[in-house]
């Protein structure tokens, strides 16, 4: 297992679970002299991200790349890939696709978390759901080329009604064509939503392809009360490799979080060399 920490580069999202905010060379910066091994990037567009220096960056302080957010298209542009409207949808699977290229050439996934939407009004949830199978069927195979997978989030009851808990994360990996899309796995959503988050992880097993690294509160791990032993017991058990990725809120500040974060992943995952 592997450490990782958000990076924000979105200024609509301010208030957001993102450690660092604005300046990606900063935030690799902080990253890396507190011994992360990744940041995860939260870009405005693929637009932005391809005009940054990601690579050398990275190289600069020996840091990989996680996975790339594209919560963006929701919050900044109402982009969901299960709107009603089907020129909005194939507006959110474009922007979807793009961020795919730019984190691919980079080797890193594409998360779909908030993209994915909810059902309301006149569109039932078996629709929304169809929608969004369609749009993965399309998304992940783009995804392949760049010998990455696409990472589906649940997410908890006030942010979709669609993928709430990890069971309805695996039964909708069951209805897609592709086999390149797994799980993330956010400990944040988890806590609210899971009755047993370790059984959770264990059941998903090798469809746990990220994991969200947060407290209960979703602060960083060890300012709030999720028990944390029995969660990496599973992982371990699971034979999970992918990275625990701090997606928490920047308090009381991002180099608080970020550090506190750097010690809760190695005090639990100390000895763990997988
Ligand atoms: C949103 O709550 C979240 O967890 C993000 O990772 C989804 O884009
Ligand atoms: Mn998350």
Redesign the pocket.
């Known amino acids: 297992m592997r450490s990782a920490v958000t990076v924000s580069l979105v200024p609509e999202a301010r208030g957001g679970?993102f450690v660092f905010w604005d300046d990606l060379e900063a935030a690799a910066s902080s990253a890396a002299m507190l011994g992360f091994d990744a940041i995860e990037i939260f870009p405005h567009s693929a637009e932005q991200l391809a005009g940054l220096p990601v690579r050398s960056i990275l190289q600069r302080h020996g840091l990989q790349l996680a996975a790339v957010g594209t919560g963006a298209g929701w919050v900044v542009q109402r982009l969901r890939l299960t709107d009603p409207d089907p020129e909005i949808r194939a507006r959110a699977i474009a922007f979807v696709s793009n961020m795919i290229d730019q984190a691919g050439a980079l080797g890193a996934p594409t998360i779909v978390?908030s993209m994915q939407g909810r059902a309301e009004q006149a569109v039932t949830r078996e629709q929304a759901l169809d929608w969004l199978a369609e749009a993965c069927d399309q998304l992940a195979p783009r995804a392949e080329r760049f010998h990455v997978s696409l990472f589906l989030?649940p997410l908890n009851r006030y942010e979709t009604n669609l993928l709430v808990r990890i069971t309805d994360g695996l039964a909708f990996l069951d209805r897609l064509k592709s086999r390149n899309v797994k799980l993330?796995c956010?400990l944040?959503?988890m806590n609210i939503e899971e009755a047993d988050m370790a059984a959770a992880l264990r059941l998903a097993a090798a469809d746990v392809g990220h994991v969200?690294f947060a407290d209960s509160n979703r602060h960083a791990v060890g300012y709030g009360h999720t028990n944390i032993p029995p969660i990496v017991d599973a992982l371990k058990q699971i034979h999970y490799r992918g990275f625990l990725s701090a997606?928490v809120l920047p308090k009381p500040s991002s180099e608080s979080a970020a550090k506190q974060t750097i010690e809760s992943f190695q005090k639990y995952c100390r000895g763990e060399n997988s």
């Open positions: 679970p978390g989030e993330l956010d944040f959503h969200h997606e």
